[in-house]
């Protein structure tokens, strides 16, 4: 809805642009009626206001700001890889689904250029917070590889009465895993699967369950919140291996630096200050009273030297 909004957005401020380029004019008729018109400065000071509008024009800035600095950063066909994997995902409603969303095709894509542009940005900038001081709070932290079986149900009671036959003599969790997991990636092979502290494929409270565990052992009903809607999935867990934790940072360097970089790109205030950097380096200047705090979340409020307004 958001996006729907915002590509909207861009339709008006268009216009709008043209008004505001007209200064002491009321610029191009945009309607005419009997005895009236709406002229594109009075359509302009309408929109100018509109919370849809000023995120747009954030949006904008945002886009000249890092392709100026990192456009030779991002390949085109990075961009073009990308729509191909929703045209797959969507097929023939995939116009229909931009469509609905209020883009075009370009849009998208100038949309997926703006974010690859600001992603490695902060990439560069996180790399730069790779001291040993942060490998080491990595380590610390760090669980390595454990592989485990996994039961993935939608319902709480069905949860429970799978736990009940998992925990009973001689059960065959990887059947019960094939019978009853919604986990569609894994079911199939017993609801096998490997990951380490720093894996995204399982919950955070299922990946503290199964490093909680002994070989073999079996997890109670585990609650964690689903990608989809926000809603509650339950998950049981039965350890199958553990890999023992080396005392050698070295070991796990690379997979260090992924977890600290993963982090940092994960980092809502991170990436924010990145993104205010980049504002201030480009020496920001609001030319009309109306956008003269859509900056603030970036860098600070409208008395800072880069959102300063004047009257022209």
Do not use: W
């Amino acid at each position: 809805m958001k996006k729907k909004l915002l590509a909207g957005a861009i339709t008006l401020l268009s216009v709008a642009t043209l008004a505001a380029c007209s200064k002491g004019s009321e610029g191009a008729d945009l309607i005419s009626m009997k005895g009236d018109v709406i002229t594109e400065h009075q359509f302009y000071e309408q929109v100018k206001i509109n919370p849809s509008a000023q995120q747009v024009l954030l949006n904008l800035t945002i886009q000249k700001v890092f392709e100026k600095q990192y456009g030779s950063e991002v390949d085109d066909k990075e961009i073009d890889d990308i729509i191909s994997g929703e045209e797959k995902q969507y097929g023939e409603n995939y116009q229909r689904v931009l469509s609905q969303s209020g883009m075009t095709l370009e849009t998208r894509k100038a949309q997926i250029r703006t974010s690859k542009l600001v992603e490695f940005a902060v990439k560069k900038a996180a790399e730069a917070e790779l001291t040993d001081e942060a490998y080491k709070k990595a380590f610390e932290s760090y669980t390595p590889d454990v592989t485990a079986q996994i039961i993935r149900l939608d319902n709480e009671d069905k949860a429970k009465e799978v736990l009940e036959k998992a925990k009973a003599s001689g059960a065959d969790f990887a059947q019960l895993a094939k019978d009853n997991s919604t986990d569609e990636k894994t079911k199939a092979n017993g609801g096998e699967i490997t990951f380490d502290s720093a894996s995204t494929e399982v919950p955070d409270q299922v990946k503290k369950a199964a490093f909680a565990l002994d070989v073999n052992g079996i997890s109670d009903v585990i609650i964690a919140t689903g990608t989809q809607a926000y809603s509650s999935q339950y998950y049981i867990v039965k350890l199958i291996k553990k890999t023992e934790k080396s005392s050698n940072i070295d070991d796990y360097k690379e997979k260090l630096k992924t977890v600290i970089l993963t982090q940092k790109q994960n980092d809502a205030s991170f990436v924010q200050s990145i993104v205010g950097k980049e504002l201030q380096a480009a020496n920001i200047k609001v030319k009309d009273q109306a956008f003269q705090n859509i900056f603030t979340q970036y860098i600070g409020g409208g008395d800072s030297s880069s959102s300063s307004s004047s009257k022209e």
